[in-house]
Each structure stands twice: as C-alpha cells, then as structure tokens.
C-alpha cells in the first residue's frame, strides 16, 4: 500500500497539503522546498510539472511554471531531483501536470520514473474518466500508481459515486467553478456544496482545493472535508519571501 | 459501406480526437455533445440556419472558373468564393449555426477566441444579430497587429479581452476562453472558430462547414455535368475551411484532397507553421491531435506572416486525413503565398486573404494534369491583410 494511502488511513481530519511547482523560484529549489514543508507539518505535497499551456491554472501558476520553466525545468531534471531526496523520507508526493507532458515522455517511461522516485499518486486534469479508464488504468495499476479525479460544484451526484468507486487515493474536491488561484473567503453556496458532498458518505477522502489561501479558508474546508491544499497562496508566499521562510507559511495555516 | 471519416461516439478519427478536458468543463462539453446533432438536425433549426445563410451571409457563394489560373495551368481550376460571405471569410458559416445552437441551449453569454481577428468579427457580428452578449479573447500580440478588426468587433458591441499569457496569440487566447468558461459553467457557451478543441466540436463546425462542399458539388454538376472534381485543395491552420470544402468528397477516394499549411520562413526554418510536418502527437485544447510541441510536451509557439494559419495543432479529422494519407498535405511560405495573393489579383482582379493565398501558392507544387479540375476553396478576402500587401509590394 502507498504512503499516502497508509496516511489517509491514520490521519482523517485537518490535512494539509502544499502545492508547488518544480524548479521555481530557481531550479534547484524543488527538493529544499519539499524537506522544509515536510518538517513543517505538511501532510503530502503535489509536485506541479510546469506546463507551458496549463489549461485549469490561474495566473499565479501560469506565472511559477513559466518562471520554472525559464529556469530550465524539465521532466528529466524533475525526476532527477525527486530521487535525490527520495532517501530523506519526506511527506508522500504527488505529481501534477497535464497530460501532453506524459505522452511526450512516453507513458511508460512516465510510470517507470515515477517508480523509481516512490511517486504513488498522480493528478493530470486534463485526463478524462473515460480516457483513464479505457487507456491508463491498467498501465498505473501495473506501477502501483492511483490517479485522482476532480469533482465540482456541477458535477453530478452519479459521477460522484463513480468517482469514488475509482479512487484510490483521495477525491480533489474543486472548492468553486474556477482556475486555481481563486480569491476571498468560501461561500455559503460553497459550504452547501461540501455539506451535499458529505452527505452522500464516501469512502474516498475528500481535500480541498482551488481558492485555499489562507487559515480562515483551510479552517473552513477542514470542517466540512478531510483536508485542504493551498497552492498558489504558497507561490506567491515563495515569490515575496523565498524559500527560507516556508516555516513562517506553514505556521500561519496550521498555528 | 461504414464511413471512414466520421467521428466514433467519443469523438475519434482513428486516435485523434477525444475530449481531454478537466472535469470542471465535463457537464458543458457533455450538453453540447448530447443535443448538438438533434438541435442541428431540427427543422426549426435547419429552416432558421438556411434561411441566415442565404439571405444574411450571401449563400450561396459562386464556383467561379478561373479563366487565368486554368489558362496558366492547362487545367480548370475553380474558385469557391468565400471571400464573399459576409464579414469576408467561411468563418460566418459556423458562427450562424453555433449561436443557434446557443440560443437553444438558452445561453446568454457568448465566448469566443481569435487569431486573425476573423473569428472574432464573425462571432461579434451574429451576437449583434441576436442580442448576446460577446466577450472575444484575444492575444496581446494580435490586438496590436490587427487593429482594424479590433475596432470592427468594439463597433459590433463586442468586449475584447487581451490574453496576456504565454506566447500572448492565437493559442493563449484559446486558453483564456476556456479558463473563462471554467468558471462561467452555467450561463456561457464557447463559440468555437475552427475544427478543433475537444469533442463534439470538431465535428459540429464541420457539419457546419460542410455546406461549401455541398454547395460545390451542385454548382459543378451544373457548370460541367459531374459533381466531382479531380482535386480539392484549401489552407490548413485549425482546418475549417477545408474540412468544409472536403466535407462531402471524404468518403470518396477518386477526389484528390489536398491540404495547405504556412510553411512561413520554410518548414525547417524554424520559423514555421507546418503542422503535419513538424508535430507529432499530442494534446491541446482538449484534442488528441498532431502538435507542434519540444521533446519535453511543451507547446512550440508557431509562426506565419498569415494570423489565421498559425496555430501549433490541427483539428483531429485532419490529422486522421493525413496519416492515413487520404489528404495530400503540402505547404508554402510567406513570400510564396505573398506572391500568389499578388498574382490572382492581377489575372483575376481578386484580392485573397492571405491564407487563401497559401492555397493558391499550392498549385505550383501540384502535378497537375492538362484539362484536371480542381476547385480551390478561396476562404476570404484580402482586405484584412492589406497592409501586409502593401508593405511587401516590390515596385
């Protein structure tokens, strides 16, 4: 059983996850970034694969991964950097990029990296259910990768539940329809919505994302969920700040 | 017998296609593909798309046989006159059926994407026509070299935003009108410009650019007693003008079709927009498809003096014709075309768009036969391009 999963098990509530993307602000920051999240409470971290075209980001990702990729980031440099810290028993990672990224790697070549690094989940946006379903499956099952599904406030209840039968790992729970990066507080619509997805009783985790920025907004989807990600708040923290002052981040939303 | 150039269920021509698109999109990209073909196949919708087509477009538009060219060429080359739709290019005939499809839907807000600006113009035009609210996304870069069509679109009531991300053109304004369609999933539809994007879209704009064959296989059994030419050839950039064009020969391999890309400064230059040529495949914008991208999956920014023509993909029907070579894919560069557009001007007293144009420069690349027929499919109309005429007119 993976990492994440044994985690998921223990741990139910208040789970805090960190977005970033590799080789930003400079290339040779990816591993510090995740030691220092993962000693600072950090429960699993999503390693973002900067794409030059990310259809679902805002424009605090589309920044980073421009910046990253400025920087000379590519999937080679990504997985030489993944296992460099592999042995420094880190929080769980998981990658997220977009599928283009993987084809042209080569989906094998991809799940045989990702092993190599002990990467157990992945999430690509763009990688429908039923293209999933018909054509990857098998070929992750084969690593020992799970993929994670969205959901949002428009997906049905019936694709929910397939969802959930699906997942391995846990539910991306899409806080608002939006790119990443959303800004204010959450609604009540959107509370109504984590109270709908609660009540259909899961058995998959469900973590939060898109527009978690800050501790009032991980609070409130850690009352109705089983954790939350915050990504480009943390970007933007890393922009102004650096990598030095992660502890000052991680403080600010788990203190 | 089974076509072979219709999409499966899922949207696929052989592995292009498809509707890789994130889950925030599904139940939009879902009402489409489950009411498009029933809408468009209405009789209300059919007598409504009809009658904006004859009497707002100007359909149908000639076959007009080029005494010059043919005379050039020892053959009989055709030209389909869509330089004289309405708005001045084939870009109209799918925006009438689309914002049709649209108020069916009961949507009250219209997105769409532009290069050029010619898809831009012609989606501001039918929102005038049906009091909907437009908002085109555009890059930064083509704002600032299309200004006039910018200003036609702000005179049609259109809001035009600038994408400001990646490359700031054609590709970054798609991106941008998805990512607002993200997160406008209720009242918006995306009105899509060419025979790309994810599934039903490539097949919904050419079902509705199909009425160019249509219409040239009438006008020829007219003019010259069979409805088949030898030849077919149009431009290439996402591939609406020639999925139209080509639409209804598909099935029937004694038609040649040939395909057109801008080759800009020469395929291997570097500077290039030759899709078949330089992609392989990949995904973008929702479609498996042939893409211009670098050994990593990031997408290579193309380049050609026509605004139209480049874009790093090509809609999957295209990239299903040219593996498995029912399509002859060809390609000319700027000066080409420039020259080709300069040429059918004097001899024809038409002044193409320049990515007509490109499809023109393609008949010198042809071994064409004496008495051949060959219709090409004139796409629109140079009055956009004019400064570029102008600025690369040798005395």
């Not at chain 1, 539910?171 to 959303?182: D, K, N, Q, W």
């Not at chain 2, 020639?242 to 020969?249: D, L």
């Not at chain 2, 330089?278 to 990593?296: A, N, P, R, W």
């Not at chain 2, 014709?321 to 001899?347: I, P």
């Amino acid at each position: 059983m993976s990492a994440l999963i044994e985690l998921l098990k223990t741990k139910q509530n208040r789970l805090c996850s960190v977005f970033f993307s590799a080789g930003f602000p400079k290339l040779e920051d990816t591993a510090t970034i995740i030691k220092e999240l993962s000693t600072n409470g950090v429960d699993f971290i999503e390693v973002g694969l900067p794409y030059s075209d990310p259809l679902a980001d805002g424009t605090t990702i589309q920044y980073s991964s421009a910046v990253a990729l400025k920087n000379g980031i590519n999937l080679d440099v990504i997985f030489e950097q993944l296992k460099s810290v592999k042995k420094e028993n880190t929080a769980p990672l998981v990658l997220m990029g977009y599928l283009n990224q993987v084809l042209k790697f080569g989906e094998e070549k991809f799940c045989e990296s990702c092993r190599e690094c002990g990467i157990e989940t992945v999430i690509l946006p763009d990688l429908p259910m039923i293209e999933y379903e018909n054509h990857y499956k098998a070929l992750f099952a084969s690593y020992g990768i799970s993929n994670v599904f969205l959901i949002t406030p428009q997906t049905s209840d019936e694709r929910i539940r397939k969802i959930d039968e699906m997942t391995e790992a846990f539910i991306y729970v899409v806080a608002s329809s939006s790119i990443t990066g959303a800004k204010g507080g959450i609604s009540d619509g959107q509370i109504a919505y984590f109270e709908r997805i609660k009540a259909m009783n899961l058995k998959s985790k469900l973590i939060v994302g898109f527009g978690i920025s800050n501790k009032e907004t991980f609070d409130t989807a850690c009352d109705y969920m089983n954790g939350a990600i915050i990504g480009s708040a943390f970007i933007n923290f890393l922009d102004e700040k650096g990598v030095a002052a992660i502890p000052e981040f991680t403080k600010g939303i788990l203190a | 017998m089974e076509p072979k150039f219709q999409p499966t269920k899922e949207g696929y021509y052989g592995q292009f296609g498809g509707a890789f698109i994130p889950e925030l999109l599904y139940p939009n990209v879902k009402e489409l593909e489950d009411n498009y073909l029933e809408i468009i196949y209405s009789e209300a919708f059919q007598k409504e798309y009809k009658y904006l087509l004859n009497q707002y477009v100007g359909r149908p538009t000639p076959l007009y046989l080029s005494k010059g060219l043919s005379k050039k060429y020892n053959a009989s080359i055709y030209l389909k006159r869509e330089d004289l739709c309405h708005t001045g290019a084939h870009k109209v005939n799918n925006t009438v059926g689309q914002i049709l499809l649209a108020k069916h839907l009961g949507k009250k807000r219209i997105i769409a994407e532009t290069g050029a600006g010619q898809h831009g113009v012609a989606t501001a035009t039918v929102c005038a026509l049906m009091e909907l609210e437009c908002i085109v996304f555009m890059g930064e870069v083509d704002i600032k070299r299309q200004a006039p069509n910018v200003a036609r679109m702000k005179m049609l009531g259109a809001t035009v935003m600038p994408a400001k991300s990646g490359s700031r053109t054609l590709k970054d304004a798609t991106n941008e009108a998805i990512r607002d369609w993200i997160g406008n999933p209720e009242d918006t539809y995306y009105l899509i410009g060419s025979v790309v994007g994810p599934h039903p879209y490539p097949d919904m704009v050419a079902r509705l650019q199909a009425v160019i064959s249509e219409e040239i296989k009438a006008q020829l059994l007219e003019q010259t007693g069979k409805e088949n030419p030898d030849t077919v050839v149009a431009c290439v950039g996402g591939g609406s003008n020639a999925a139209g064009a080509f639409y209804h020969y598909l099935e029937d391999t004694s038609v040649e079709l040939i395909a057109v890309e801008a080759a800009g400064l020469g395929v291997n230059s570097g500077e290039s927009a030759a899709t078949s040529q330089l992609g392989e495949v990949g995904v973008i914008h929702g479609s498996k498809t042939i893409l211009m991208q670098d050994e990593y999956g990031q997408i290579i920014e193309p380049y050609s003096i026509s605004a139209g023509l480049d874009y790093p993909g090509v809609g999957p029907l295209h990239a299903y014709l040219y593996e498995t070579k029912r399509a002859t894919f060809l390609n000319a560069t700027d000066q080409e075309a420039l020259d080709a557009a300069y040429e059918l001007s004097r001899v024809e007293g038409i002044i193409p768009a320049l990515e007509s144009a490109h499809a023109l420069a393609a008949l010198n690349k042809m071994d064409i036969k004496a008495g051949q027929v060959i219709v090409l499919n004139l796409s629109g109309r140079g009055d956009k391009d004019l400064e570029t005429y102008i600025d690369n007119l040798k005395e």
